[in-house]
């Protein structure tokens, strides 16, 4: 049974930062691990991904240049750094595992949350 279990979330000030895990439970293969959002009233929406295997990352243009997604392989987990954030990053923040190239994230975790005042 995989489990993904969120951490981290939590409230700050615009301009703060903020560092999310993503702890998986059992031992699985995957293609990329990533992190989506919803905030209130909204759709959920993608935030940044990274490749399980080589590494390669992809972000949301809201994002780049402020949000940082990195993964430990010792420890089953990936990050998501987040620097200057701003209102409007407020959200319930998910990870998730997609298991190969073509197929939708299927593992998802509980959500984390996080609010930016301004």
Do not use: H
């Amino acid at each position: 049974q995989v489990q993904l279990v969120e951490s981290g979330g939590g409230s700050v000030q615009a301009g703060g930062s903020l560092r999310l895990s993503c702890a998986a439970s059992g031992t699985f293969s995957r293609y990329a691990m990533g992190w989506f959002r919803q905030a209130p009233g909204k759709e959920r929406e993608f935030v940044a991904s990274i490749r399980w295997s080589g590494g390669s990352t992809y972000y949301a243009d809201s994002v780049k240049g402020r949000f940082t997604i990195s993964r430990d392989y010792a420890k089953n987990t990936v990050y998501l750094q987040m620097n200057s954030l701003k209102p409007e990053d407020t959200a319930v923040y998910y990870c998730a595992a997609q298991m190969s190239r073509d197929s939708q994230y299927r593992y998802w975790g509980q959500g984390t949350q996080v609010t930016v005042s301004s």
